[in-house]
């Protein structure tokens, strides 16, 4: 975990009190995970085992870090400190509404999207840089962040999925741009 290991030391040198913490026995997280499931009428189950969490300075991870390659580490933590910019930049008060309010919290969650839009751009640019431009185009891949986008998982933050495949689609074409 030597790649992982540096890069969290990127992001601490950027962000001095970030930290990695499990979900497992995080009583909040218990909590979110409750609200979750309730909230999306079960189609958000795996919050506690799948998903991993920014919340103020901290990552919040599921058992499956453990079990994660130091490359898809990586891929991980750049997609997160996104995130943590992204709050630096609006603020926790505004990066919190931003993620939870506009338009509506579930089904049209647009200030989530575009949150989420940035991180995943990232995710596909960190992807192509340590796994190569195929492993960005993987079919795998496309679907999953679709599906992230359009399903129960991330509350239908955004539920029109041409939309989302046309900003894979010019995400990819970005990629390529820049590898040229």
């Known amino acids: 975990m030597v790649l992982s290991g540096r890069f969290i030391e990127t992001i601490r040198g950027e962000f001095p009190t970030f930290r990695i913490v499990p979900k497992q026995g995080h009583w909040p997280s218990r909590a979110?995970?409750?609200a979750l499931?309730?909230?999306?009428f079960g189609g958000q189950r795996s919050y506690l085992t799948r998903y991993h969490t920014v919340i103020g300075n901290t990552?919040?991870?599921?058992?499956?870090?453990?079990?994660?390659?130091?490359?898809?580490?990586v891929i991980l933590l750049r997609h997160e400190r996104v995130h943590l910019r992204q709050r630096r930049r609006y603020g926790a008060f505004?990066?919190?509404?931003?993620y939870l309010i506009p338009f509506f919290p579930l089904g049209l969650a647009y200030g989530r999207a575009r949150i989420e839009w940035e991180a995943y751009e990232e995710t596909l640019r960190a992807t192509a840089e340590l796994l190569g431009l195929e492993a960005a185009r993987s079919p795998s891949l496309r679907a999953q962040i679709v599906h992230r986008f359009t399903g129960p998982e991330y509350g239908w933050m955004?539920?029109?999925e041409r939309s989302v495949q046309a900003?894979?689609?010019?995400?990819?074409e970005n990629l390529l741009e820049v590898a040229e």
Do not use: K, N
């Not at 990552?59 to 490359?71: A, G, I, K, Q």
């Open 32 to 34: 979110i995970d409750l």
């Open 37 to 40: 499931r309730a909230l999306t």
């Open 59 to 73: 990552l919040y991870v599921p058992p499956t870090w453990e079990l994660m390659s130091d490359l898809d580490r």
């Open 94 to 98: 505004l990066m919190t509404w931003l």
């Open 158 to 160: 955004w539920p029109f």
């Open 167 to 172: 900003w894979y689609d010019r995400a990819l």
